[in-house]
């Protein structure tokens, strides 16, 4: 569903660091309060040059990075406006929610706003802030023509991540708390540098002889979150060069990766081009098979500084964060990271290439017993973030919704992308040097937006090996395809097969993720840790059986359920022509429901075709030598 229609072609770059305001001489003054933090709240007071009349203000609505509309206006409290000491009425805008309008009397030049926000992501010992939180400017302007300058006030001793450019030295060990002033900007460059602060702070410097500067800020929960083994340090610093080989000269000054290790939670990311706001859960730096599940995240969001802010869609380069983006092409600004952001990780070591190859098999697999892909396109996926959350339980019958798709069956476009050239070209070209150009063209070295539609992409692809490139992104992308594309991994050397044991990153996926697949590729079930039914793959044995999300399971073939009784139930069925009966209460009721299922246990992983050219080995392979130089 590609609205070809809409999409432009944008053959000049925009530098974000582009004068500040032809339209507004003086910055909006911003100061952020981060002390209440332990308490969920932020405080802003906020300084705006005015002239008399209408004046319109807005906060973000279109989020960079989160492709929808999903500012935090709700969490925008306590508003109140004043100017020459006196309170001046507003009214916010009846369609539109996250404007405010208010009259400025004669002689008002400065309007000053006080603000809160209401965090959740920040703690006793931690706060998180992405600037939107905070920010308020003039409605219907380009953000990259609003001159904003920023401050902020933390806890005294906490230490501050961030990619922003200090005025003057930082002094964590001041009594008051620390507050530290940044060079003036724009409002577009502001949203797109968080602050990361908190009371267990470390900064490490990353593959020092590499230009520009490249650094790790962690904010734990523990003091010891943040004194992170070396190894993990020099992967990431092995990280930094990787990225250079692969993609080039990036779009930033300097690159601040910013990590959160909360108490509790999972992990995330959210790209920007200077740095990148990454959680991890507790303790998965430590334990190498957490490390695992969690090892594409930096990776991942590094990639977006040239995949995603750099080369970003033209319908995702919006002037403002009103204007409604479009989403069509997220299966490259995301599909085309999550699959560079894993094939990062083994290259830096975080992930074995075994492990890789696990990785890969899990994934298919799931794209593959997606009920939903009956009906809908990876295309269609992607317009997933811009609909408003489904109400209700949002997992229930989630496989026949679909969900962001466009992440793991870009994986999958893309790994047959690299390994079509390879075998197009026998193996002397790959993706690489597709990226060597898409990512390479106009300035380098500051925060750039140089917009790009499929035409593009075809085009540079053709300049690699001539293919018809657009009929092979049509009848894999906007085609309703009964199964998961499964070219990339067998022109790299692997079929995908189901065997009864799983494999070492699946018994890492099912130990850390609370949602387990372990079932679902055997009867189409998956379950919570209680035996509580969170989905149903529509045409698996389950659903035949009429067995519902919120359903419980409660016996299986006559014995109290246990997990370890329905896997030896599951086992048992391979060649039996025993059915397999399952007691499940619904509500107050208990019903009885029989499954005919005789598949045994269902586990997928890749195994070798012998004979056929080891693309996936050579994918995996890092294209820098050793370390140069130790990570302090
Ligand atoms: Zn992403």
Redesign the pocket.
């Known amino acids: 569903m590609i609205h070809l229609r809409l999409l432009f072609f944008f053959s000049v770059a925009f530098s974000l660091l582009a004068n500040a305001a032809q339209s507004q001489t003086k910055p909006i003054l911003i100061a952020a309060d981060l002390t209440d933090a332990p308490r969920k709240l932020f405080h802003a007071e906020i300084d705006l040059p005015v002239h008399a009349g209408s004046l319109a203000l807005v906060t973000p609505e279109w989020i960079p990075?989160a492709h929808g509309p999903r500012g935090p206006v709700a969490n925008i409290v306590g508003i109140v406006f004043t100017a020459d000491g006196k309170t001046l009425p507003w009214q916010r805008d009846d369609v539109d929610v996250y404007e405010y309008h208010l009259e400025m009397p004669a002689g008002v030049t400065t309007l000053h706003a006080h603000l809160d926000c209401i965090n959740t992501r920040s703690s006793r010992v931690s706060a998180v802030l992405e600037w939107e939180s905070l920010m308020l400017y003039p409605a219907d302007t380009p953000v990259r023509q609003i001159a904003i300058q920023p401050s902020v006030k933390v806890l005294a001793g906490w230490g501050i991540g961030t990619s922003l450019q200090p005025l003057s030295a930082y002094d964590p060990a001041h009594p008051a708390g620390g507050t530290v002033a940044y060079a003036a900007t724009t409002v577009e460059v502001l949203e797109d540098s968080p602050i990361m602060t908190g009371a267990n702070f470390h900064e490490y410097t990353l593959a020092s002889e590499v230009t520009p500067k490249h650094f790790v800020d962690f904010v734990g929960a523990e003091p010891a979150d943040v004194n992170v083994r070396p190894e993990a340090i020099a992967q990431l610093s092995r990280l930094v060069r990787e990225g250079f080989a692969m993609y080039g000269p990036p779009h930033y000054t300097s690159y601040h990766f910013l990590v959160l290790i909360p108490s509790h939670g999972g992990g995330g990311?959210l790209?920007h081009h200077e740095s990148s706001d990454n959680s991890l859960p507790q303790h998965s730096l430590e334990q190498d098979d957490f490390a695992m599940i969690v090892a594409d995240i930096l990776p991942?969001?590094f990639t977006?500084s040239w995949n995603?802010k750099y080369r970003r869609p033209a319908g995702l380069a919006t002037p403002d964060y009103d204007t409604p983006m479009r989403n069509e092409l997220l299966w490259i600004?995301?599909g085309l990271?999550?699959y560079m952001?894993n094939v990062l990780s083994a290259r830096i070591g975080s992930t074995t290439p075994q492990q890789y190859r696990d990785y890969l098999a899990l994934t298919a697999a799931q794209m593959d017993a997606t009920s939903g892909r009956a009906w809908r396109s990876i295309e269609d996926t992607t317009y997933e973030p811009a609909m408003p959350r489904p109400s209700g339980n949002a997992e229930a019958w989630s496989s026949w919704r679909r969900g962001a798709d466009y992440?793991p069956e870009g994986d999958l476009v893309w790994l047959d992308v690299d390994t079509t050239i390879r075998r197009l070209t026998n193996n002397q070209k790959n993706l690489r040097d597709f990226l060597l150009i898409f990512l390479q063209k106009g300035v380098s070295g500051v925060p750039t937006v140089l917009p790009y539609d499929l035409n593009e992409v075809t085009a540079d692809l053709n300049q690699i090996v001539p293919y018809d490139w657009a009929a092979f992104f049509n009848d894999r992308v906007n085609r309703v395809t009964p199964h998961a594309n499964l070219e990339g991994i067998e022109q790299g050397g692997y079929k995908l097969v189901y065997t009864d044991t799983p494999t070492e990153f699946e018994k890492a996926y099912l130990k850390h993720r609370s949602a387990s697949p372990e079932f679902w590729f055997s009867l189409g079930l998956a379950l919570d840790q209680d035996g509580m039914v969170t989905d149903v793959r529509v045409g698996g044995p389950a659903d035949k059986a009429k067995v519902n999300p919120g359903q419980k399971l409660v016996a299986v073939n006559g014995k109290t359920f246990t997990r370890d009784a329905l896997h030896a139930a599951v086992a048992a069925s391979k060649g039996s022509a025993q059915l397999l009966d399952l007691i499940v209460q619904d509500d107050n009721d208990l019903l009885q429901v029989t499954l005919d299922y005789h598949g045994g246990e269902q586990y997928p992983m890749l195994v070798r075709m012998e004979g056929t050219p080891d693309y996936l080995a050579d994918i995996t392979k890092p294209h820098t030598s050793a370390d140069r130089s130790p990570a302090k």
């Open positions: 990075g990311g790209e991942h969001e977006h995603g600004y995301e990271t999550d952001g992440y």
